[in-house]
Nanobody, 124 residues
């Protein structure tokens, strides 16, 4: 059972930046692909970014490509999401998730383990 804990959310003005972190309890963290998802009020959870087990492959939703960067440090069992040029429409609860498929995917059902989420609010 992988436990995931997100941190780094908060309130930021449009155009600002945040870095989210997700710490995993599992020593075999490096075996998992990791994903970031977000859910705004009244909307479905949507894919944001994913990173393969070794960090060699990343994938982004079109809405964040060029602004967000996903990375990981397997020695620290942690995955990060750097968010730049934030927009009010980025406001959501952000979740990290672990996928036993080491190359990752973009679908919510593909991920077996989820964190509790961290709130990001971007003011206009």
């Amino acid at each position: 059972q992988v436990q995931l804990v997100e941190s780094g959310g908060g309130l930021v003005q449009a155009g600002g930046s945040l870095r989210l972190s997700c710490a995993a309890s599992e020593r075999t963290f490096s075996r998992y692909a990791m994903g970031w998802f977000r859910q705004a009020p009244g909307k479905e959870r949507e894919f944001v970014a994913s990173i393969s087990w070794n960090g060699g492959s990343t994938f982004y939703a079109a809405s964040v490509k060029g602004r967000f960067t996903v990375s990981r440090d397997n020695a620290k069992n942690t995955v990060y999401l750097r968010m730049n040029s934030l927009k009010p429409e980025d406001t959501a609860v952000y979740f990290c998730a672990a996928d036993t498929n080491p190359w990752g995917a973009a679908g919510v059902p593909d991920y077996e383990y989820w964190g509790q989420g961290t709130q990001v609010i971007v003011s206009a």
